[in-house]
C-alpha cells in the first residue's frame, strides 16, 4: 500500500506511520509528504526516513493552484490512500474528486461531537474538558468537502479522568489515534495485498 501524507506541523502521528511501515507492523510505504510549511517538523521527520518531500502553499504554486499541484503530486507517486495528518488546510475540489474515499483524516474526538470549523488539536481537549465530558477519543474518517463530517471508519475510546488537564488528555487521545489509524490502515491494506498476488 502506498500513501501520501499531507502535514502542517511537528509531524508526530506522521512518526508513528514512518515507525510503522519501518517495523513491518503496516504493510505500506509513504511514496512522498507534502506540507504548505517548509520547515515543519513533519518535513524534516520525513527527510530524516529519506521520504520524499514536497512544499506546496499559495505562495509556491501561483499559476497552477494548490489543488492541481497537490492533484500532481500525488498522482505521479502513484498512491493508493491520501492521509491528512494534522493538515490545516481544506483540499481543492480536483484532489477531493480524484481521490473520493481514499482521503483519511485523523481526529482527536468521538466525532460528531467537537469537530468542524475550529475544533483541531488542544482547542479539542479544551472543549472536551469545558463540557464536563466523561468519555472522549479519536476518530479515523474519510474527508469530505466539509470539516470532519465524512463517513466514520474507526473510533477508539478514553476515558476522561477527574484531574486530567488538556495536556495530560491531549497525550492519552494522541496515543491511542495513533494505534487507531496504524490498525485501520492494517485493515486496509489486506485487499491491497490479496490484488496484487
Known sequence: MRLAVLASHEGTTLQAVIDACSSGALPAEIAVV????SSSGAVQRA?????PTVHISGKTHLEQGEDGAIL???????VDYVLLLGYMKKLGPQTLKHFQGRIINTHPSLLPKFGGHGFFGRKVHEAVLAAEEEVTGATIHL???EYDQGPPLSQITVPVDSNDSVETLEVRVKAAEQK???NTLAELAEPLEVSNY
Not at 34 to 37: A, L, P, Q
Not at 47 to 51: D, E, G
Open 47 to 51: 527527510v530524516t526516513a529519506n521520504i
Open 143 to 145: 474527508v469530505d468537502t
Open 72 to 78: 500532481n503530486t500525488l498522482t505521479d507517486a502513484h
Open 180 to 182: 487507531l489509524l496504524i
Open 34 to 37: 507534502i506540507s504548505n510549511n
